[in-house]
């Protein structure tokens, strides 16, 4: 009879997730020195990358050995080492690219903030503010480097999406869709360039629209699509068929987050809707829960003045901003879910 293999005792999977942390370190210094691009195609010897990144040669090849246990490179022989898939995704000099994101994700000022979670545990405030005197955004504004990691890492959040959305989401019947803090355009470039019938719009601050011309032109629909600067606490851009806003709800607590989609619900026609591409929490985590989608709820709770939220949370931040939740679907093969919101009914009672 043959042996069934023995599980794997609990606390192996517990010191996994406290070495968690030091995997994070060993990821963001890699990506910091760009190790990845100068391994490239091809294989690298820890000596010779010690040369090239003035480090001591031992100490290298550790590093190396690091990253391949967690499986960013695969060593061929003692030494000897190359980019596993996952390991050319943290390329900065090819695409998909997931460089900048990992990199904004691993700077030393987000990690800084992570680890005064306790305070945002306690008071319910981002630990981001107390540690640096103001906030994520106001922070950005005044460190040029970092500001432009964050636009490149959601362009490369949405770029892995943005064909699907495209497909999955029913444009039929609109005319104009406007994407309401949409960067720079990668989402709706890829709308629009699958439904050549649509006019679009990008609305976004300066800074987030800073590349767009660049992306809309490279996608051939910058000709369908124009470029409004703005604040979307303020207002948005009225009459379009279709408010498109991709990773913009979850990024606020409710008063705000209802404020952007009153300004939406405003400028909205009877027939038209707005469409939200976010995660959506079970009401209880599952056993095959992602945990991704929980820890960027926390980290939204420490660096930012958001959260991921249930449907049920969406049906009552949709109410507040006089619109209805409609059809829920989950995108394929990611944990974001398409979330359609209508003007809410008129109450016949006045």
């Given amino acids: 009879m043959d042996e069934q293999p023995t599980a794997a005792p609990p606390w192996t999977e517990l010191i996994r997730l406290v070495f968690g942390g030091m ?47 967690l499986g960013v490179l695969h060593e061929s022989e003692p030494g000897v080492f190359a980019l596993t898939p996952v390991g050319q995704l943290l390329r900065a000099d090819r695409a998909p690219s997931f460089h900048a994101l990992s990199r904004m994700l691993t700077d030393p000022a987000v990690a800084t903030a992570w680890q005064h979670l306790d305070h945002s545990v306690r008071t319910g405030d981002p630990a981001f503010d107390r540690v640096f005197g103001r906030d994520f955004f106001a922070y950005l504004a005044d460190d040029p480097d970092l500001s432009w990691l964050y636009n490149a890492a959601m362009s490369q959040g949405t770029r892995g999406i943005a064909d699907l959305v495209a497909v999955r989401q029913d444009f039929s019947g609109a005319r104009t869709v406007t994407d309401v803090g949409g960067g720079d355009g990668t989402l709706l470039a890829a709308v629009l360039r699958a439904h050549p019938s649509l006019r679009g719009v990008l609305y976004d601050t300066a800074a987030g629209v800073a590349q767009a011309a660049e992306v809309l032109a490279a996608a051939g629909v910058a000709d369908r699509c124009e470029v409004q600067v ?114 809410a009914p008129a109450d016949p009672r006045g």
Avoid at 30 to 38: E, K, T
Avoid at 252 to 258: F, T, Y
């Fill in 230 to 343: 703005g604040d979307f606490f303020a207002a948005v851009p009225e009459g379009a068929d279709v408010y498109l806003l991709k990773s913009v709800v979850h990024g606020w607590e409710d008063e705000r987050a209802a404020t952007i989609l009153a300004h939406c619900r405003r400028g909205l026609p009877a027939h038209g809707r707005i469409v939200m591409v976010e995660h959506l929490l079970p009401d209880t985590v599952p056993a095959d829960a992602v945990p991704t989608t929980y820890l960027n709820d926390l980290n939204l709770l420490v660096n930012g003045n958001g959260l991921e939220r249930t449907r049920g949370d969406f049906e009552r931040l949709c109410a507040a901003a006089g619109l209805t939740v409609g059809a829920v679907t989950p995108l394929d093969g990611t944990d974001l879910w398409l979330i359609e919101a209508v003007p």
């Fill in 23 to 69: 995997a994070t370190q060993v990821i963001g210094l890699a990506v910091r020195l760009r190790l990845p691009d100068a391994i490239g195609d091809g294989e690298r010897t820890a000596d010779g990358l010690a040369k090239e990144f003035d480090s001591e040669p031992a100490a290298m090849n550790r590093l190396l050995r690091g990253l391949a246990a």
